[in-house]
C-alpha cells in the first residue's frame, strides 16, 4: 500500500514509516513541554494510530524519557531527535513528531494550541485560530485517583487528566467541565449542576 510514508531523525540511525491515513489532525502547540522538548518555539504534533506506525532502522538505539505520568519521550539515543511521544495511558495511540516526516502526510496545520504559554518574544504570524490552552472539556467522571481523573466526555470517548493539587471534593458521577487554568500543570474541575 502506497499508504505508508517515511521519516527519520538527524543522524539517520532511525528511520520509521507510517499509514499516513492513521495520523490524526496536525496542530502546533506552544506549551512549555514541547518547547523545551524539541528546542524549538513549537512542536509540529499530531495524534496517531498506533497499528499504523513501525520502526524500520534503528529501534535498538531509540531512549525514552517518562516526561509526565502518562507521556514517554522516545528519540534517537546518537542524535537526540525526538520522534514520537508514547502515551502510557492510551497505547493504541501515540503523539507524532510531524516535523520529522520526510514524505508529505497530505495534512497542514490547522491549530495553534497553548498559544497563552508561549513567551512574548516569540510571534504567531498566521491567520490559523489560536486556543490559549486547549479546548474545555465536559463530561461525566468515571475514575479519580489522587492526581487524576477519568473523564468520560462522550460515548466510548475517555480522557485520563491530570488535575490541579488543589481540586477536591469531587467524585465518581459528578459532571464536571475541566479547563487548563495556567500553565500544564493540571485542569481544573468545576462541578456542574444536575441536569
Ligand atoms: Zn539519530
Ligand atoms: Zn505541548
Redo the contacts with the bound molecule.
Keep these: 500500500m502506497s499508504d505508508f510514508i517515511k521519516g527519520s531523525c538527524l543522524c539517520g540511525s532511525i528511520v520509521y514509516e507510517i499509514r499516513s491515513s492513521s495520523i490524526g489532525v496536525v496542530t502546533t502547540?506552544?506549551?512549555s513541554?514541547?518547547?523545551k522538548s524539541h528546542g524549538a518555539e513549537r512542536?509540529l504534533?499530531a495524534s496517531a494510530r498506533a497499528d499504523g506506525f513501525r520502526w524500520i532502522s534503528g529501534e535498538d538505539d531509540l531512549r525514552r524519557y517518562r516526561y509526565s505520568p502518562e507521556r514517554e519521550k522516545v528519540f534517537c539515543g546518537t542524535c537526540g531527535t525526538p520522534l514520537i511521544n508514547e502515551y502510557i495511558d492510551q497505547p493504541e495511540l501515540f503523539g507524532l513528531a510531524v516535523a520529522t516526516l520526510d514524505d508529505d502526510p497530505g495534512k497542514r496545520n490547522v491549530l495553534h494550541?497553548?498559544a497563552a504559554s508561549k513567551p512574548d518574544w516569540i510571534e504567531i504570524r498566521d491567520d490559523l485560530s489560536q486556543v490559549p490552552t486547549v479546548p474545555e472539556m465536559e463530561g461525566e467522571i468515571v475514575r479519580v485517583d489522587s492526581s487524576h481523573v477519568v473523564l468520560e466526555v462522550g460515548p466510548g470517548q475517555k480522557h485520563r487528566i491530570r488535575i490541579h493539587p488543589q481540586t477536591t471534593n469531587i467524585c465518581v458521577g459528578d459532571r464536571v467541565r475541566a479547563s487548563l487554568a495556567h500553565g500544564?500543570r493540571g485542569f481544573d474541575l468545576s462541578v456542574l449542576p444536575d441536569g
Design positions: 502547540c506552544y506549551c513541554l514541547c518547547r512542536r504534533r494550541l497553548f500544564e
